[in-house]
């Protein structure tokens, strides 16, 4: 059921990188999974950067709308997910302390787009006891509920936010960048915050992917329609790091079942399926989850997994980037 009947207000969007309009269609598509209203939306590709992008978009007036109540990334928690809480809490537990594995013991580590808190909590619990951690958070809904299990959030966007330069050992965006109005201003504001040499973790839905390959016209689940407004492939994630003050260290893929798993159920509530078959393939079912795991590991060994997991370090000058 759609949830509004009320057409969004929005915007046009340009490619973040080159900030161009030559973009040719790639995709059309609906909220399949919230229905936040009853709107279709256009996604499409820069014909010179080859980010995929949102266009039109929805006004930042409407993030409350598009970003309902019961968003999961406002209270991902066991009470809700069960053994998916726990199977993906100790597989990010130990993705995260691999990529931030060469960090001093007392450093300073802050997430951006840090939700309800989930990975710093992770951080909290299995790295070192000395390292401080915050957060930044634009929702004040998903702020509380971080602070509410003793995270340091500063609510507001990351351009925004007064926390000083050359601060931070390393940032993380963990499935943000793709939110993001403004991706390459947001990297230039986390460039200042960095110390020279410090690393910035990017974890995104990937566009080089077999998953969007397939399912790109209008199913895909990286799309999550109409809250991810900026998608990359490691070609385009890179010129946007680069153009923001980063080195490259390292891009790889990364296994993950959600895309695989909202693909199959956006066509099938498209198609009108009965709701308990399309409701068995959510973030609350460990069987479908389990089933594109395996199957997405395939795709990881070929360098086409579902999500992009990228480190890029601030260059050791301490030259501030140029403002776009």
């Given at each position: 059921m759609i949830s509004s009947?009320?057409?969004?207000?929005?915007?046009?969007?340009?490619?973040?990188?080159?900030?161009?309009?030559?973009a040719e269609p790639v995709g059309v598509g609906e909220d399949f999974e919230y229905r936040t209203s009853p709107d279709s939306f256009l996604a499409v590709r820069c014909t010179r950067c080859g980010v995929v992008y949102l266009d039109p978009r929805p006004s930042m007036n409407e993030l409350?709308?598009?970003?309902?109540?019961?968003?999961?990334?406002?209270?991902?928690?066991?009470?809700?997910?069960?053994?998916?809480?726990?199977?993906?809490?100790?597989?990010?537990?130990?993705?995260?302390?691999?990529?931030?594995?060469?960090?001093?013991s007392d450093?300073?580590?802050?997430?951006?787009?840090c939700g309800d808190g989930f990975h710093l909590d992770l951080l909290r619990q299995s790295g070192p006891n000395g390292w401080r951690l915050e957060g930044v958070e634009l929702d004040h809904r998903a702020a509380t509920i971080a602070r509410q299990r003793g995270i340091s959030v500063h609510q507001?966007?990351?351009?925004d936010a007064d926390l000083g330069q050359s601060r931070f050992d390393a940032v993380m965006l963990i499935q943000t960048i793709e939110h993001l109005a403004d991706?390459?201003?947001?990297?230039?504001a986390i460039q200042r915050l960095l110390v020279p040499g410090g690393l910035l973790l990017i974890v995104t839905?990937?566009?080089?992917?077999?998953?969007?390959?397939?399912?790109?016209?209008?199913?895909?689940?990286?799309?999550?329609?109409?809250?991810?407004?900026?998608?990359?492939?490691?070609?385009?994630?890179?010129e946007l790091a680069t153009r923001s003050?980063?080195?490259?260290?390292?891009?790889?893929?990364?296994?993950?079942?959600?895309?695989?798993?909202?693909?199959?159920r956006n066509a099938l509530d498209d198609w009108g399926a009965p709701r308990r078959l399309v409701d068995f393939f959510?973030?609350?079912?460990?069987?479908?989850?389990?089933?594109?795991t395996v199957f997405d590991a395939f795709n990881t060994l070929a360098r086409r997994g579902a999500l992009l997991r990228a480190v890029f370090a601030r260059a050791q000058s301490t030259e501030e980037p140029l403002e776009s």
């Open positions: 009947q009320r057409a969004l207000e929005t915007q046009p969007a340009c490619c973040c990188i080159c900030g161009t309009r030559d409350e709308t598009i970003y309902p109540d019961d968003y999961h990334a406002f209270a991902f928690d066991e009470a809700r997910f069960g053994i998916v809480y726990k199977a993906r809490s100790r597989l990010e537990a130990r993705r995260l302390l691999k990529a931030l594995s060469g960090l001093p450093a300073r580590i802050l997430d951006v787009g507001g966007r990351i351009e991706p390459m201003r947001a990297l230039k839905d990937n566009t080089g992917s077999l998953d969007f390959a397939i399912a790109k016209r209008r199913h895909w689940g990286g799309y999550h329609w109409p809250r991810h407004w900026y998608l990359f492939n490691a070609s385009s994630l890179k003050g980063f080195e490259t260290v390292d891009i790889s893929t990364m296994t993950s079942p959600v895309n695989w798993t909202y693909s199959v959510s973030l609350e079912s460990p069987v479908a989850l389990a089933a594109f």
